[in-house]
């Protein structure tokens, strides 16, 4: 009986150092002036997380295509507003999100290209808030202080000087899908000890915590 061998198609051959090879046994068939499939600068995805600089978000962005994500709507942040609302009606806790809370989160929700981060220029943000550079902090404080956001500049953080990185509470904004979010969410409320582990009406008081 004879020997079986594998088709040798154009496609299982490639180029490396100058010689043919079999990609699947390894076998040179000979020799080739073509670059190498091993030659260039690989081009890796930066971490999400280790973004330091709009260039590095967009770096990050580069590798996936974002028309695979669900839309990005305003609706479950004003479900989370509701929900906040009734919550307080019905317990007499205050954990409401208040009107200019809210349309700040809309403006910053618009902002958010993915996950729950913003990516700018301090300057670029503060006209798209339509506020003064220098007003920029304040204006942001009344949802920092809520634990709505997190803010990273280059005095507090490694991020390159003139920009800015906004971290949006996920349960409020998030752009990916319902698991990623999840994920989000309990990382989110890791750093305040037990409060992510409530349940009822602690886990969600959180929000405005």
């Known amino acids: 009986m004879h020997d079986v061998h594998p088709l040798i198609t ?3 051959l490639i180029s490396a150092d100058g010689l043919i090879i079999d990609k699947h046994t ?12 091993f030659s260039g600068v690989i081009n890796y995805q930066r971490e999400l997380g280790k973004c330091r600089s709009v260039d ?4 990050h962005l580069s590798h996936f295509d974002r028309r695979t994500l669900p839309p990005h709507e305003l609706h479950p942040l004003h479900e989370q507003v509701d929900y906040a609302h009734g919550l307080w009606r019905r317990t007499g806790v205050d954990c409401r999100i208040t009107i200019p809370q809210l349309r700040l989160l809309e403006k910053l929700h618009d902002l958010v290209l993915y996950r729950n981060v913003i990516f700018m220029t301090q300057a670029g943000l503060a006209k798209s808030l339509g506020t003064a550079e220098s007003n920029l902090m304040k204006k942001l404080k009344v ?22 990185k906004l971290s949006l509470n996920p349960r409020l ?16 409320y890791r750093p305040v000890g037990s409060l992510h582990t409530e349940t009822g009406a602690g886990e969600h008081l959180a929000i405005a915590a």
Do not use: C
């Open 26 to 37: 390894g076998e040179i068939h000979g020799h080739d002036s073509k670059p190498s499939v």
């Open 173 to 188: 904004v998030f752009r990916g899908h319902d698991k990623a979010q999840g994920h989000y969410i309990q990382e989110w």
């Open 56 to 59: 590095d978000f967009q770096d």
């Open 10 to 12: 154009a496609t299982t």
């Open 143 to 164: 949802l920092m202080d809520a634990n709505m956001l997190r803010v990273s500049t280059s005095r507090s953080d490694n991020i390159r000087k003139g920009e800015i």
